[in-house]
């Protein structure tokens, strides 16, 4: 059966907001209110992974898929959720990241977000271990370099955090966004191909 979308403008603004108001509503049902039991000293490799999880929904709901760049998605909505991930790292770390991972091909790395998503997301989610980023609760309130290792610590506390709040934010913008916003289709798309049918 082929969905109910009205006919007149204001009718499809508000049925199309309905959409988005509840796909927020069923992710943070199914996603945010079950991964927060998870944030707890005892739980920082799950807890991290899932919000590295989280990252990837949001770039698959909110930014076109490139298919020549599989980190794309990911790497774009990290950006978004923190100005430091959109960061270029500098001369020494950037020396030091290719004498340590001298057998990879690392000429794509070009911020902070795609070493998290090549060194933490990849091997967390395909091996559960953690390179190039580490994990501390003590150490930092949200997130800092090693230049001298290449390395970034990240507190788990902060991540999760700082996704949930860009997750609310985003969603807030997207409904009140004008209907010719990319997001905002690219959106309604995956609602269209995901979830009605």
Known sequence: MDHYEPLDPLGKIQYF?????LLRLRLKVFFIDQVKPLQNHSSAFPFTTMTCVGIEILGKIFIMENKDDTSYQFVEIIKKTHQFFARKPNKKYDKKLKEIWSEKDLNKIDCFGKIVYRFFRNTMIHGYQGKGVSLSYEDTKNIE????????KINPDWFWNNFKDFFDKRFMEILNAQDNNKERQYCLKYIKEYLLW
């Open 17 to 21: 907001n309905e959409l988005i108001n």
């Open 145 to 152: 370099v090693d230049e001298n290792f290449a390395f970034i």
